[in-house]
Antibody
Framework: EVQLVESGGGLVQPGGSLRLSCAAS????????MHWVRQAPGKGLVWVSR???????YYADSVKGRFTISRDNAKNTLYLHMNSLTADDTAVYYC?????????WGQGTLVTVSS | EIVLTQSPGTLSLSPGERATLSCRAS???????LAWYQQKPGQPPRLLIY???SRATGIPDRFSGSGSGTDFTLTIARLEPEDFAVYYC??????????FGGGTKVEIK
């Protein structure tokens, strides 16, 4: 069974950094395109970043230069390194696996940027 | 970037009624990479439809998707109490950025 479990969210001050993790089970993470998607409180879904199976990465303009997507193949874990955080980054962050036309989603982890 | 515009923003209907949700794209979308999700408060999105018209595993047949090019539709044939939620369309594929529609809330009238 495919499972994605996010962790690492929490309260962080403006300008701070945070690293989110997404532990994958039931499949080999490095064989798939993996995404981060976020959802601000009461708002819609917004794509953040993608890493391809070949390691190519893509970012939304709003996070480019501040966020870095990566993975640890040995731990079968996806990461999102977030720097220079602002209040606009407050959201639930979901990781997702893209498998052909199907996306599988984790439960999400909440990031709150506030002083 | 492909912008997805969903309408209406809110749909007020009674159980048993038919719901028709629209998703219009700013440019043509490969139907293979058009999906619909249902989301309830505090939960992640739940995949309903992928490839514009294929139901995901375990999705009741009262949910159906149709459309091509720039116009897509999600239809719920007869609303059940558990169907009242927010619905999103989603386009993806090889070229980022991936985009989502703004959502349609289906509420009890």
């Amino acid at each position: 069974e495919v499972q994605l479990v996010e962790s690492g969210g929490g309260l962080v001050q403006p300008g701070g950094s945070l690293r989110l993790s997404c532990a994958a089970s039931g499949f080999t993470l490095s064989s798939y395109w993996m995404h981060w998607v976020r959802q601000a409180p009461g708002k819609g879904l917004v794509w953040v970043s993608r890493i391809n199976h070949d390691g190519t990465t893509y970012y939304a303009d709003s996070v480019k230069g501040r966020f870095t997507i990566s993975r640890d193949n040995a731990k079968n874990t996806l990461y999102l390194h977030m720097n220079s955080l602002t209040a606009d980054d407050t959201a639930v962050y979901y990781c997702a696996r893209e498998y052909y036309e199907i996306w599988d989603w984790g439960q999400g982890t909440l990031v709150t940027v506030s002083s | 970037e492909i912008v997805l515009t969903q309408s209406p923003g809110t749909l007020s209907l009674s159980p048993g009624e038919r719901a028709t949700l629209s998703c219009r794209a700013s440019q043509s979308v490969n139907s293979r990479y058009l999906a619909w999700y249902q989301q309830k408060p505090g939960q992640p999105p739940r995949l309903l439809i992928y490839g514009a018209s294929s139901r995901a595993t375990g999705i009741p047949d009262r949910f159906s998707g149709s459309g091509s090019g720039t116009d897509f539709t999600l239809t719920i044939a007869r609303l059940e109490p558990e169907d009242f939620a927010v619905y999103y369309c989603h386009q993806y594929g090889s070229s980022p950025p991936v985009t989502f529609g703004g959502g349609t809330k289906v509420e009890i009238k």
